[in-house]
Structures are given as C-alpha cells and as structure tokens.
C-alpha cells in the first residue's frame, strides 16, 4: 500500500531506528544497559557513616567492610562514585531520603523503624551482627573478694539466727530462772545471756554443759530447738553457699555476667545507634557517648560498667588494644542485618541485591570479614572509586 506522503527511506529508517531504540531503553532500570552496566552515568555520591571495622577513615582515605563490600560492586559495574562523610548514620539515612546522596553505606542495622522512613530502601542484608557488651577485665580489689560476705544473703541469715538465738534465749530463762538461778539467773540480762549461749551451744553440737535446764519445760523447749536447730544449720549452711559460690564466680572484673544483670547498671551507649534500644531496653542506666572511643574511655576511667555496641566493632577495637584490660561478655544482647541504603525507586536495588547475594554464596564476603577481623590488614591507600 503506497503511503499517504512522500518519505525516502533513509528517513524512514531514522525515524523507527529512533522509536525502537526508546521501546528498548524504556523497559530498562534507568542508567543500565541490557548487560547491566551504567552508561554514561554521573557519579554517585555514597555517604559513609559508621566505626570500625565497617568504616575505617584515615585521613583522605576510607578503608573497612562496607566500603569493600561497597567498592566490589561498584567495580563489577562499573560506577563511578565518591564517598561522602557523615556524621551519624541518621544523618547518612536522611540525606538519602531527601536525594542529597544516592547511597549510603556502613554498618547500618536494617529494623523495623528504618523500613518505616518514607523515601528509602534496604537491599539485603550483607552482613548479620551481633549486639555485644565490652567489660573491664581487670583484677578485683580487696572490697569486692570480701564483699560477698556482707552481701544481703550472708547478713540475712545473720540475722535471722540472732533472732532465732535470742527468742530461744528468752523461752529457756523464762522456764529456768526461778528454779534453776544458779544457771539461768533472775538478771534479765544474763539470764536471757546465759540462754543464748545455751541455745548457741546446742545449734553448734559443741555442748559444753555448763548450762542445762531442769525443769520439764525447759528441756521441752530444748528438744524442739535441738530439731529446729539441725533443719535450720542445714538451710542456711546451703543458702551461705550458694550465695558465695555465685558471687566469688563474679570476680573475673565484672558482675555483668548475663543479660539480666544489666538492670539497673551503669551502661555506655553511643548516640544514635541501635545501642540506645537495646540499653533502654535491658533497663540499664544509660551515658551516651558521641563515637565508640569515647564510650570505652567511660569504662577503663571506671564511670560505667559495660558498653554496649555491635560485637564485630567491639572485637575489632580489642584485636588492636591487646594492652587494654577490657573483654567481651558471654553473651550477645540481639542480632541485627547490615545493609545498603538506596531512596526508593533507585535503579540500583536489583543488581545490588543480585550482587549482594552472589557474593555471599561465593564467599567474597566472608573472605573481607576474615580479613577486616581476623587478619587486621595494614590500612595502605585503597582507591577511591572506579
């Protein structure tokens, strides 16, 4: 069918050349061609917030975790990029949510209340860690070998048995001191004195016989406390230990031996991170800290008992402060995934989340964990971006 107006056809071809290249282009993530690579991309301004060994920065370079996680995709694609420091990571999350940055990255916990932030994504996790508490390792002090001994149990059970003592005391002189003056005398104070060390000499077994009652009642009140006596040596001798074997046991340079210890303790935290939640959480008494340093400075200067932060940072800060008497709890408060902040929308969620998970099945990011943790790689310059 002849066409209703003149056109040559290398005119025509121009023209469907175009509308099938913008078809093509159109169904693509904005930015990335059919291999997924960027195509004349602008560079992408990555923020980095976090410490050590997620975010090492040592003077105009960045070293640590996230930023090789960061730098081993960037470099698969092909991104030109540069990062931008900042001073928090709620300053780093909020930046991307008003499109002052395009990524931010570092050891950024992926929870329920960040997922609520209009304007921003999480990929998936990288990395799962845990929240740890660091303590004092140092030696205990005189006062706290012999604290457990004026501790509640000790000086209750005190207590009970002088109370015990005296009103056995009492009963023995009020059934002697008329008939047995002699041993019990009519003195309230040395006769109540002489029962009470009649009625100690029978819960001891050491009789010595040189106080004994006479009278019928007397030694009925005898034999009930000589079996009161038994069952009563016998629980308090077990509660005494049980008390003393915890406490002596929490002589390692800190009482914060488990998680329910933390009620009420004096706790570090630093400002802005998720340490904040899990401090107020556990009812410990909180000082936050402007950066993790200044958290562990509160603890060698014995202001506080323990800081709470991420495990890896914690581990991080010991491996290279061997001199420093502090140690990592037992325990682990919670966990949390780390991962990469983008603003909804972004075309790089998916090859980040692809990239992400093939890195971990094939180990890559097990090998820079290994490295940032266990092995403590000297920080030579790396380059900043592709």
Known sequence: MPLPFSCSRPLLRLVFGLVGLSVTWGGLPFGFSAGGSRAAARTLRV??????????SQGPSTQGISVDVWRDFASAEGLPYELLPQISTAASIENV??????VAIGPISITPDRLMIEGVEFTQ????????????????????????????????????????????????????????????????LRGVGNGMWFALVTLTTVGYGDRAPVTGVGRWISGVWMVVSLIAVSSITAGLASAFTISLARLGGTRLSEPSDLSGAPVAVVRGTTSVKWGTQYGAQLTQADSLEEAISLLRANRVEGV???????????????????????????????GIVIPSGSSL???????????????????????????????GPPAEGA
């Open 349 to 379: 969620e998916r090859p980040l989340d692809v990239a992400l998970v093939r890195m971990q099945r094939l180990g890559r990011t097990r090998e820079i964990v290994d490295r940032w943790i266990e092995g403590l790689p000297d920080l």
């Open 125 to 188: 996790p990288y990395f799962i860690s845990h929240v740890g508490l660091l303590v004092s390792d140092s030696s205990p002090g005189l006062w706290r070998r012999i604290r457990p001994f004026f501790g509640w149990a000790a000086l209750s059970s005190a207590g009970v048995l002088l109370i015990c003592l005296f009103t056995v005391g009492n009963l023995i002189w009020l059934a002697e001191h008329r008939t047995n003056p002699d041993h019990f005398p009519r003195h309230y």
């Open 308 to 338: 709470i932060f991420d495990r890896p940072a914690l581990k991080y800060h010991l491996l290279r402060n061997q001199e420093q008497r502090l140690k990592l709890a037992p325990f682990s408060l919670a966990t949390e995934p780390y």
């Open 47 to 56: 923020g980095v917030s976090g410490s050590a060994p997620f975010v090492i």
């Open 97 to 102: 949510a008003t499109g002052d940055l395009d």
